[in-house]
C-alpha cells in the first residue's frame, strides 16, 4: 500500500519533471533567438528616431517585444500557474506615429520589457535549460550504459567523456549510467521548480511591482476617464435619438391628433386618413424606444443574463454562429453589460470585415474571470491597434480591469479573446 | 372564451380588459405578477391565456418561464405571449414542443384591434400566431445561403410570410386581397419548392413551416 502509493508519487513526479523538461527545452530554444533579434531590433529602432525611420518602426518592434513578454505570461500561468502583473498604459487614440513612439518610450512597463530582453537571453536562458539538461543528461548516461558508448569508442584507446568519466568500456560505461542514476535520484524533483523559477525571475523584471502602485492609480484614473467619457457620450446619443425619433413622432401625433378633432365632422374622410398616420407615427415612435433601449440595456440581457443574451444576439446575424456557455451563476450587472456589447462589436466586425461562413462563440468563467472567445473562418488581418473598434473595446473593458487579446494572421482564422476578472453570483 | 390575462402595467391591463370584453371575451382572471398567473391558470382552466414576458416580482422573463411551466403541466393550453421585444430565441422556446397553440407578439400589435383578437382566437383554437418581425428575423438569417428560398418567387415569399404567422389560406387570401385559391396554388408551390410535405391541417402546416425556416443550417 505504501509502496504503491510512493510508485505512484514517483510515477507522478517523474512525470512533471520530464514535462517541465520538454518545456524548459521549447523556451530555451525560442528564448535567445527571439531575445537577440528583439533586441537588437530596438536597439537600431530607438538609434533611428532622429532620422524619422524610427518613428514608424518603434511602435511596431516594441508592440512586438509587448507580444513576446505577453506570451511569456501566458505561459507563467498556464504552465505554472504562476501570474505575472502587467500594466500598460493605454495607446493615445490619435494615429500619429510620433505620439504612440513617445507615449510607448514613456510607459514604464514597456521599458522593463525592453529591459528584460538581456535579462531573459542570459539568466531566463539558463534557468530554461536546466531543467532539460536535468532531465536529459541521465537520459544519456543510461543510453550510454546500455550500449550507446560503442558508437563512440570504436578502437581501444579511444575514450567518451560522460562529464568526468572517461567510458573506455562496457564497466565504465556502467559507471556512467550510476552517474546518471545518482543525478536522477539527487535531482528529480527540481526541474518543476527550475522551471517556476525562470518564470518568477521572469515575473521579478517584467511584473508590476509594488512600487508599480502609483501607475496602478494612474492606468485607474485614465479607465476612469475613459469610462466617463464613454458613459456621457452614450447619454449624448440616447437624449439627441429621443428628441429627433420618438419625441418628434409624439409631437406630430399631437398635432394630427388636433386636427383630426377639427375635421371629424367636417370631413371624416380626411380625418380618418390622419388617424391612420397617427397611428403609423405611435407604432414608429414605439419601433425607434425598441431599438434605443436594445442599445441601453438589451432586453433578453436584463431578463435571462449574458448566456442567452449572447445566443438571441447569434441568432440575428446572418452568419451561422455557434454558441457555447458555461456559466454556473450571474455576472454583476455593469460587468454583463460590458461583455455583451464587447461581444456584439467583435461579432459586427467578424460579418463586416472578415468574409467568415461560420463563427463559434465560446463564454465561460475560469479562476476568477469571465473569458469570451469569439473565433470565424474569414479572411483575419483584423488589428486591436489605435483607431480599430477593437481599441474601442479594450478601453471599456479597461474600466472592469478587462483585457482584449486578438490573434488574427492574414488568411486567418481571427480568434479574439476578451477576459473580464469578476465573480459570478 | 375565457381569458386569464397576466400584466403588470395597469394601463395596458385595463386596456386589454375592455378590448377583449368588446369582442366578446370573457376574462376569468386579469393578474399582475408571476405567482398570481400560475394561480390563476391552475384555478380557472381558461380557453387562452394572454401573458407579458416580463412580470414581478423579479421583473425577468417570469411570464414566459410560467407560460411554459402551464404548458408542461397541460400540453396544449393556449398561450399567447406579449412582449416589448421580440427574440427568435423565445419563439423557439415556445414552439419547441410541437404542439401548437401559441403565440408570440409585439405589445405594438393591440394597435389593430381586429387582428389582434383575430389572433387570440387563432392561438385559443389551438393555431399559432407568430408575430411578423420574428417571421422576418428568420427569413432573413435564412435567405442569405438557403437556395430554395431564393427560388421563390416575391409573391410567394408574401404568402410564406403570413403563413409563418399563422395565418390560414382565407386570412391570407383576405390580407393580399386575392382569391383563396390563388392562395392555395401558391402554398402549393410553396412546399413543393421547400420540399415540404403538404398538409391541409393548417396548424401542422404552419409548425412545419416554422421548423424549415428555424432549422439548422
Keep these: 500500500m505504501n509502496t504503491d502509493q510512493d510508485r505512484s508519487a514517483f510515477r507522478s513526479g517523474a512525470k512533471a519533471a520530464l514535462l517541465a523538461a520538454v518545456q524548459g527545452l521549447v523556451l530555451a530554444v525560442v528564448v535567445l533567438p527571439c531575445g537577440v533579434a528583439f533586441l537588437v531590433l530596438t536597439l537600431l529602432s530607438v538609434a533611428l528616431v532622429p532620422l524619422g525611420i524610427g518613428i514608424v518602426t518603434t511602435p511596431a518592434v516594441l508592440t512586438g517585444v509587448r507580444a513576446l513578454a505577453d506570451a511569456r505570461r501566458r505561459l507563467a500561468a498556464d504552465w505554472c500557474g504562476i501570474r505575472i502583473p502587467a500594466a500598460y498604459r493605454p495607446l493615445p487614440r490619435t494615429a500619429n506615429p510620433w505620439t504612440r ?53 570504436r578502437e581501444p584507446g579511444d575514450v567518451y567523456w560522460y562529464a568526468f568519466v572517461p567510458v573506455t568500456g562496457q564497466a565504465t560505461a556502467l559507471c556512467a549510467a550510476a552517474l546518471g542514476a545518482l543525478v536522477v535520484a539527487g535531482t528529480w524533483r527540481f526541474p518543476p521548480r527550475l522551471l517556476a523559477a525562470h518564470f518568477r525571475l521572469t515575473r521579478t523584471v517584467i511584473g508590476a511591482s509594488r512600487a508599480a502602485l502609483a501607475e496602478r492609480v494612474r492606468v485607474l484614473t485614465e479607465t476612469r476617464r475613459d469610462a466617463v467619457d464613454t458613459s456621457a457620450a452614450e447619454l449624448r446619443r440616447i437624449e439627441r435619438d429621443l428628441h429627433d425619433g420618438a419625441q418628434a413622432r409624439l409631437v406630430a401625433m399631437g398635432m394630427d391628433l388636433g386636427t383630426i378633432e377639427m375635421l371629424v365632422e367636417r370631413d371624416p374622410a380626411q380625418a380618418k386618413r390622419l388617424l391612420a398616420q397617427a397611428r403609423r407615427n405611435s407604432a414608429e415612435a414605439l419601433a425607434e424606444l425598441r431599438d434605443l ?99 474601442g473595446i479594450e478601453r471599456r473593458l479597461g474600466t472592469f480591469d478587462g483585457v482584449l487579446a486578438v490573434s488574427s494572421p492574414a488568411g486567418g482564422p481571427t480568434l479574439v479573446t476578451l477576459e473580464i476578472p469578476c465573480v459570478l453570483s | 372564451m375565457r381569458v386569464v390575462l397576466a400584466e403588470d402595467l395597469f394601463l395596458l391591463r385595463d386596456g386589454l380588459v375592455r378590448m377583449l370584453e368588446a369582442y366578446g371575451f370573457e376574462i376569468a382572471a386579469a393578474v399582475e405578477s408571476g405567482p398570481e398567473l400560475t394561480r390563476a391558470l391552475a384555478e380557472s382552466d381558461p380557453d387562452v391565456a394572454v401573458v407579458d414576458v416580463r412580470l414581478p416580482p423579479t421583473h425577468t422573463d417570469e411570464g414566459l418561464q410560467c407560460a411554459l411551466a402551464a404548458r408542461r403541466a397541460r400540453p396544449g393550453l393556449p398561450v399567447l405571449v406579449l412582449s416589448q421585444h421580440v427574440e427568435q430565441l423565445y419563439a423557439r422556446e415556445l414552439l419547441a414542443d410541437g404542439t401548437g397553440g401559441v403565440g408570440y407578439l409585439l405589445k405594438d400589435r393591440v394597435f ?30 435564412r435567405s442569405a445561403g438557403d437556395q430554395p428560398l431564393a427560388r421563390l418567387t416575391p409573391r410567394e415569399r408574401e404568402v410564406l410570410e403570413l403563413m409563418a404567422q399563422g395565418r390560414s389560406n382565407a386570412g391570407i387570401a383576405a390580407q393580399l386581397v386575392v382569391t383563396e385559391r390563388a392562395v392555395a396554388k401558391h402554398t402549393s408551390n410553396i412546399f413543393a419548392k421547400l420540399g415540404l410535405e403538404v398538409s391541409d391541417d393548417d396548424n401542422r402546416r404552419v409548425l412545419a413551416v416554422l421548423a424549415h425556416l428555424d432549422g439548422d443550417r
Design chain 1, 293 to 391: 433601449v436594445r442599445g441601453i440595456h438589451p432586453p433578453v440581457l436584463a431578463e435571462r443574463g449574458l448566456g442567452d443574451a449572447v445566443r438571441a444576439l447569434a441568432l440575428r446575424l446572418p452568419v451561422p454562429t455557434e454558441v457555447t456557455v458555461e456559466l454556473p451563476g450571474r455576472a454583476d450587472a455593469p460587468v454583463e453589460s460590458a461583455a455583451y456589447f464587447a461581444v456584439s462589436e467583435v461579432l459586427t466586425n467578424a460579418v463586416k470585415h472578415s468574409g467568415a461562413e461560420r463563427i463559434r462563440v465560446d463564454v465561460h468563467h475560469t479562476d476568477g474571470r469571465l473569458r469570451i472567445i469569439v473565433s470565424d473562418d474569414g479572411r483575419g488581418g483584423a488589428a486591436a491597434g489605435a483607431g480599430s473598434g477593437l481599441a
Design chain 2, 112 to 141: 389593430d384591434a381586429e387582428q389582434f383578437v383575430d389572433a387570440v382566437r387563432r392561438v385559443a383554437a389551438g393555431g399559432t400566431a407568430m408575430d411578423p418581425q420574428v417571421i422576418q428575423q428568420l427569413l432573413s438569417r
Design chain 1, 101 to 153: 513612439t513617445v507615449a510607448l518610450l514613456r510607459d514604464p512597463q514597456v521599458r522593463r520589457d525592453v529591459l528584460w530582453l538581456p535579462v531573459d537571453m542570459t539568466a531566463g536562458f539558463v534557468t530554461a535549460l536546466a531543467p532539460a539538461v536535468l532531465v536529459f543528461f541521465p537520459l544519456q548516461g543510461f543510453l550510454v550504459g546500455a550500449g550507446l558508448w560503442r558508437a563512440s569508442v
